[in-house]
């Protein structure tokens, strides 16, 4: 009963998350289109709004890695390749984080969902940059992180293998979403730490 009642809050969880993606994803990026045609007027073309259209695309990319990350997905649920290093392309663009993105063309949403969770837990602990491969070719998930620095929660990678929600902060989150992602699909992880990289299969 206790694992039924996990699973229906976890995909309200997903339809929640989906349901705000869907309804800002829409006015962002009626924002971005109005702000190119700001930027083709001569005398529009500043620094100041070059950091606005800069910041409204971020924030489109950040949306629709979310919808994937936090949104609901179904076993029968496609996503191409393409259109998921477009997205991390463009929330990386700038950045200190660089993600290189190799896999297949047609991907399984609900392991693209997981792969994006996993990328946010990375992400977290890569907070002066670096470099994230994420590789599949039809198998097991293979993703590696390298940074100088490395800043690593024991108790927060715990919760991937045994999901709890003791101590997380809404900064956190993605942490235990991952951990009940990965067992509710049956997969198992398998995590290695290095002083400087960290390995995660699935």
Not at 15 to 24: A, E, N, T, V, Y
Not at 26 to 43: K, R, T, V, Y
Not at 172 to 182: C, D, K, M, R, Y
Request: hydrophobic share 45%.
């Amino acid at each position: 009963m206790s694992g039924q009642a996990d699973s229906d809050r976890l995909d309200l969880a997903a339809l929640l998350g989906s349901r705000i993606c869907h309804d800002l994803i829409s006015p962002i990026g009626a924002i971005g289109n109005g702000i190119e045609l700001l930027m083709m007027e001569p005398d529009s073309r500043g620094p100041e709004m070059a950091l606005i259209a800069e910041s409204v695309g971020h924030a489109n990319a950040r949306i629709r890695f979310f919808r994937v990350a936090f949104g609901a997905a179904t076993p029968e649920q496609r996503v191409g390749s393409a259109e998921v290093a477009g997205i991390l392309s463009d929330m990386t663009r700038g950045g200190r984080l660089s993600i290189a993105w190799q896999t297949k063309a047609d991907l399984a949403r609900v392991e693209v969902k997981i792969a994006f969770l996993l990328l946010m837990c990375l992400e977290s602990a890569m907070a002066y940059g670096g470099k994230i491969t994420v590789q599949q070719d039809g198998g097991p998930w293979h993703i590696q992180a390298e940074a100088a620095r490395l800043r690593i929660d024991p108790a927060l990678w715990e919760t991937l293998k045994s999901p709890t929600l003791a101590q997380v902060t809404p900064a956190s989150v993605h942490f235990p979403l991952a951990g009940q992602e990965i067992t509710r699909h049956q997969f198992r992880l398998t995590a290695e730490f290095g002083a400087d990289w960290i390995k995660l299969s699935f």
